[in-house]
């Protein structure tokens, strides 16, 4: 089993930066992929990017292209998200999940461990 702790969440106003980032335990050598998902209240919970941890690549949905930059240290066992240019419709709670050979995909089924989340809070 793999444990997940984010942290990094708060409160920004339009325009500004966070950065997010999910420390990873337990059995990391099961790991194929670190996504970070999103899910704001009344919404389905919905995948926002995603990075292999043996080559790095990365993979972002079309609404946070561009302004989101998910990176890893792999000495700290960490993922990081970088997120600039945030908008009110960016609010929400953010999970770190570990996923299998698919979680490219950025579907909630290719991911088995989650973490418990840190909220994110844009105002206009």
């Known amino acids: 089993q793999v444990q997940l702790v984010e942290s990094g969440g708060g409160s920004v106003q339009a325009g500004g930066s966070l950065r997010l980032s999910c420390t990873k335990s337990g059995n990391t050598a099961s790991i194929y992929y670190i996504g970070w998902f999103r899910q704001a209240p009344g919404k389905e919970r919905e995948g926002v990017a995603a990075?292999?941890?043996?080559?790095?690549?990365?993979y972002y949905a079309d609404s946070v292209k561009g302004r989101f930059t998910i990176s890893q240290d792999n000495a700290k066992n960490t993922v990081y998200m970088q997120m600039n240019t945030l908008k009110p419709g960016d609010t929400a709670m953010y999970y770190c999940?570990?996923?299998?050979?698919?979680?490219?995909?950025?579907?909630?089924?290719?991911?088995?461990?989650w973490g418990q989340g840190t909220e994110v809070t844009v105002s206009s």
């Open positions: 999940a570990a996923g299998g050979m698919y979680g490219y995909r950025l579907t909630t089924a290719e991911y088995k461990d």
């Open positions: 990075i292999g941890v043996r080559g790095a690549a990365t």
